[in-house]
């Protein structure tokens, strides 16, 4: 089997972009011996403090962040990054060619629960100039390379560099990443969604209307049965969708009028929107492709929906026909 960096040196991509790829990696491992070792490493459970988004930090949210932060900062190419966990975004290196974004351990709510958790992170090219926050809002089609890590059972790399998503598989005797699954698609077509339904009465009327169609199942207007399933952790939901096709979605709604997203943009729905776009999925908004989407600040949160493309362009048409209003504002 390949090795990870066998397969990187076979790419159409710059050397510095290689070795970022293979620090982030090799960061990965670490953060996975971490998670593994849970409640023995005394890692489990909540700190005092709060990120920028109002969240009670898990403590190995932070241990996490600060492991990729001085990976990256001792990698020598990498510009600047930002982080959920950082209120701003952080100089790294005025000689390094990319910048990266990240959520060190998305799904941290699973921690103490020994449930799915996973890292998130995109690479953006850096552009000229002094480092500001502005460097760092480009489209989504930007990204040098986007990819996740899950740690479960066996701990998987999901990567894409532009060409396609391959799954890189941590063995633990010879500590290497080795290509398990080139060229992942998924299918066009699913009978599997997921959803938080404890948010069902803030939704959308098109949302509303979609999912409870789903449920109708036979007897309903979509005249067959679909299966719900939820992780909790991005990484985990997106993965199963690679892996199986489905459609996942974290919808705009109304529960808190001054947060009407919960996920943010840069370091969660773009990675997995190129992943899910390089895999022959879609990923939208329900209004707009999150791939195109100019973001407007490093912590922007937007509405996710993305997976299989079939039942994506289903759930947009259930959005065009129902939806009256104004298109919220991002």
């Excluded at 990256?72 to 190419?77: E, P």
Aim: charged share 20%; with cysteine.
């Amino acid at each position: 089997m390949q090795t990870l960096a066998q397969h990187l040196q076979l790419q159409a991509i710059p050397e510095s972009l290689t070795q970022l790829l293979l620090t982030l990696a090799d960061t990965s491992k670490s953060i996975s011996q971490a998670v593994r070792h849970g409640a023995l490493a005394g890692v489990l459970g909540a700190t005092e403090q709060e990120n920028v988004q109002g969240e009670t930090q898990k403590k190995l949210d932070v241990i996490t962040n600060d492991m990729l932060k001085e990976a990256l900062k001792a990698s020598g190419q990498v510009r600047g990054l930002a982080s959920e966990e950082e209120d701003y975004v952080v100089p790294v290196s005025a000689d390094g060619e990319y910048l990266v974004c990240f959520d060190p351990l998305d799904g941290s709510s699973n921690i103490d629960i020994n449930s799915l958790v996973g890292t998130i992170f995109s690479v953006l090219p850096a552009p000229a100039g002094e480092l500001t926050e502005q460097s760092f809002l480009q489209a989504g089609r930007n990204q040098a390379a986007a990819g996740y890590v899950l740690y479960g059972p066996s701990t998987i790399l999901a990567l894409t560099v532009g060409n396609g998503v391959n799954f890189f598989t941590l063995n633990p005797e010879s500590g290497e990443f080795l290509l398990t699954q080139e060229n992942v698609q998924i299918s066009k077509d699913t009978a599997e969604f997921a959803i938080n339904m404890s948010n069902q009465r803030f939704w959308e009327a098109p949302m509303q209307t979609y999912i409870a169609d789903l449920l109708l199942g036979k007897i309903g207007p979509r005249e067959k049965s679909f299966n719900m399933r939820w992780i909790a952790a991005m990484v985990g939901d997106v993965h199963r969708v690679l892996c199986r096709g489905g459609i996942f979605t974290y919808p705009t709604d109304n529960k808190n009028p001054a947060k009407p997203y919960k996920l943010r943009l840069m370091y969660e729905a773009n990675p997995m929107a190129l992943l899910v776009e390089q895999a022959g999925g879609k990923a939208t908004t329900g209004y707009e492709t999150i791939l195109d989407i100019q973001p407007q600040e490093i912590h922007q949160r937007v509405a996710v929906i993305l997976g299989s493309a079939n039942e994506v362009d289903m759930c947009l048409e259930y959005h065009a026909e129902d939806y009256s209003g104004d298109e919220p504002t991002l």
